[in-house]
């Protein structure tokens, strides 16, 4: 009887021990991850986690799949992410506009404090842009013409970061514009070329390929960039403040740290390949890649900023 209480005391103890010793032996990722990405297809936030993904699938050995889930200016999809399981296999495509400024500009189930932040991958200039045969040759024009109350203005969504950025730099200018919203940065443009609209807000990623083959043209941009040398700068136009759009990946509030770390790591070792640099770098997106709480305080600054840009609106 004592030997048989020992074996299953002994029994009993190993049962423990596996039990214990299970979650923690667990490699992550043992399933596919997903990631959300808020937008419809084509977008530049949609191309840019697309060549993330793809990287990481080689280092973390096994599928990381994009998802659209495009709706409500990104809500959907970012709601969809914050009430996700806390595990590391449903993550969001963050930026710019469904992080830090749709939470603040509409009322929305989820804030910034709803995310773990994993990596900033990238940024991208916002551009102001017409069709190819449009009468506004420069800025200068578009402005003239909007003052006048005659120009409509391509974006993607009412609380997006485009319209918000638009109507700052607009509001500098002292002129309006009449909003025209459609889902994606690419939305836009193929209104924009199929003289739907007369103007447009958007990123390198979705206004390049329009550029480039004639159908569309830049009058501004953020900054300088060697592909469009002669292109005016907001800046050169006396308007104060830096206009661009980032592209990232976040985790469900409460995700492990060892799950973030890994993610973190594998996402350092993808961001410094030649190859994806230059994939991004071919379609027009910096890589701007970061991580931790420096990057964590400059975007909670941002957040407060958009915060107040938000409550004035409201006044």
Known sequence: MKKFAQSLLGITAAIAVTLTAGPALAEYPEKP?????????GGDSDLTTRLWADAMEGILGGPVVVINKAGGGGVIGTTFVANSAKDGYTLINAGLSNVLVTPNFSKTPY???????????SSVPLGILVPADSPYKTFDDLIAAAKAGKVTQGSWGAASSGTVLANIIADQAGYTVKFVHGNTTAESMVALIGGHIDSAVSFPPAFGPHVKSGRARLLVLNQKMDEYPNVPTFADYGIKGSFEGWSGVFA????PADVIQKLVTASTQAMEDPKVR???????????????????????ETYDIMKDAAAKMKQ
């Open 252 to 255: 469900p509030k409460g995700t």
């Open 278 to 300: 230059q994939a991004f770098a071919n379609m027009g997106a910096n890589v701007d890649f970061r991580h931790g709480d420096a990057w964590v305080k400059d975007m909670l």
């Open 111 to 121: 804030d910034f404090g709803s995310f773990e932040p994993v990596v900033k991958l």
């Open 33 to 41: 991850i997903n990631v959300i990405v808020p937008w419809g297809a």
